[in-house]
């Protein structure tokens, strides 16, 4: 997958979706055609009537702020992507492809771009495959193991590529490197308990400090902030109590800055089907503002990354 270029705008996904569509099979993994999706449902805010004049006032995203696409998958393996549409929310979805025997998809900015430019699909059979510029490559296998895996970004300071976070069984996190072919290095174990948590996500940077973070819920609907320290081996400070009532969502996830204000945000899901946006304030007291409906009819999609 090619970076989106944000001076492009609303006409992109469709672009991504164009070169996603394609049949290939590696390590026994079958990868089908797709057929565009209808419009609706999907976000509440229409279709921006973008131009080029409007799209280059976009501020360029960063890495700890970063442009990546919202995509929904099916309970059939079809997928569909949304971009931003400049305005805080998100444009219609533009019909994507279908990965057979696929778990669950990790989105990432592998060489810290500030746009996602790739992705890593877990299979049913363990295998890691990595998905960048049109190529589907197996990059290793046991993969089953986990049943978490996300890319905040770059959790070491200095790093040239971001890492994975993988939860086991046991509720180890695992922080994984990435090295520059797409290959993972050994992973270094963050800690247990890991298993207390029913969400984990984040993208970017949330307290203003350009190290990324994340957060997670606990089964009691209690939201924490893990700052990110900026050190590899202990990549996050101790947890700090965002607030409590967000078992209201069945879905959390971060897709880096919605809202074109250089702050990374978080998108909930409830059983409705409601997407709302968290928007980022850069402060580690409080990091996001009420959330704004920017949704509907998002339960349709078994998993959003």
């Given at each position: 997958?090619?970076?989106?270029?944000?001076?492009?705008?609303?006409?992109?996904?469709?672009?991504?979706?164009?070169?996603?569509?394609?049949?290939?099979?590696?390590?026994?993994?079958?990868?089908?055609?797709?057929?565009?999706?209808?419009?609706?449902?999907?976000?509440?805010?229409?279709?921006?009537?973008?131009?080029?004049?409007?799209?280059?006032?976009?501020?360029?995203?960063?890495?700890?702020?970063?442009?990546?696409?919202?995509?929904?998958?099916?309970?059939?393996?079809?997928?569909?992507?949304?971009?931003?549409?400049?305005?805080?929310?998100?444009?219609?979805?533009?019909?994507?492809?279908?990965?057979?025997?696929?778990?669950?998809?990790?989105?990432?900015?592998?060489?810290?771009?500030?746009?996602?430019?790739?992705?890593?699909?877990?299979?049913?059979?363990?295998?890691?495959?990595?998905?960048?510029?049109?190529?589907?490559?197996?990059?290793?296998?046991?993969?089953?193991?986990?049943?978490?895996?996300?890319?905040?970004?770059?959790?070491?300071?200095?790093?040239?590529?971001?890492?994975?976070?993988?939860?086991?069984?046991?509720?180890?996190?695992?922080?994984?490197?990435?090295?520059?072919?797409?290959?993972?290095?050994?992973?270094?174990?963050?800690?247990?308990?890991?298993?207390?948590?029913?969400?984990?996500?984040?993208?970017?940077?949330?307290?203003?400090?350009a190290r990324a973070d994340l957060v997670a819920r606990d089964a009691k609907g209690v939201l924490w902030l893990y700052k990110g320290t900026g050190d590899g081996a202990r990549p996050f400070a101790p947890r700090v109590r965002i607030g409590a009532g967000w078992n209201a969502y069945d879905r959390l996830v971060g897709i880096g800055d919605v809202d074109v204000d250089l702050r990374?945000?978080?998108?909930?899901?409830?059983?409705?089907?409601?997407?709302?946006?968290?928007?980022?304030?850069?402060?580690?007291?409080?990091?996001?503002?009420?959330?704004?409906?920017?949704?509907?009819?998002?339960?349709?999609?078994?998993?959003?990354?």
């Open positions: 997958m090619k970076h989106p270029s944000h001076r492009r705008g609303p006409a992109r996904a469709a672009v991504v979706a164009t070169a996603l569509a394609v049949a290939t099979t590696v390590a026994g993994t079958a990868v089908a055609a797709t057929v565009p999706a209808p419009a609706a449902p999907g976000p509440v805010t229409q279709r921006a009537a973008a131009t080029g004049a409007v799209a280059a006032t976009e501020p360029e995203p960063t890495p700890t702020a970063p442009l990546y696409y919202l995509t929904g998958m099916l309970a059939s393996g079809q997928m569909y992507v949304y971009s931003r549409n400049g305005r805080g929310g998100l444009d219609t979805r533009s019909g994507a492809y279908v990965w057979k025997g696929l778990k669950r998809v990790v989105s990432v900015d592998p060489d810290l771009t500030g746009y996602q430019d790739g992705a890593y699909h877990v299979m049913t059979n363990g295998v890691l495959n990595q998905w960048r510029h049109g190529v589907l490559k197996k990059v290793a296998t046991g993969w089953q193991q986990y049943s978490v895996v996300i890319s905040p970004g770059a959790l070491a300071r200095g790093a040239r590529h971001a890492d994975l976070l993988a939860r086991d069984a046991q509720g180890v996190l695992w922080r994984v490197p990435l090295k520059a072919d797409g290959t993972p290095a050994p992973r270094v174990r963050i800690g247990a308990g890991w298993n207390a948590y029913t969400q984990i996500a984040g993208v970017g940077d949330y307290t203003g400090d990374s945000d978080l998108l909930a899901r409830d059983p409705k089907g409601n997407l709302l946006l968290y928007k980022g304030t850069g402060k580690a007291a409080a990091p996001f503002k009420p959330p704004v409906k920017i949704g509907h009819a998002f339960n349709e999609y078994r998993d959003l990354f």
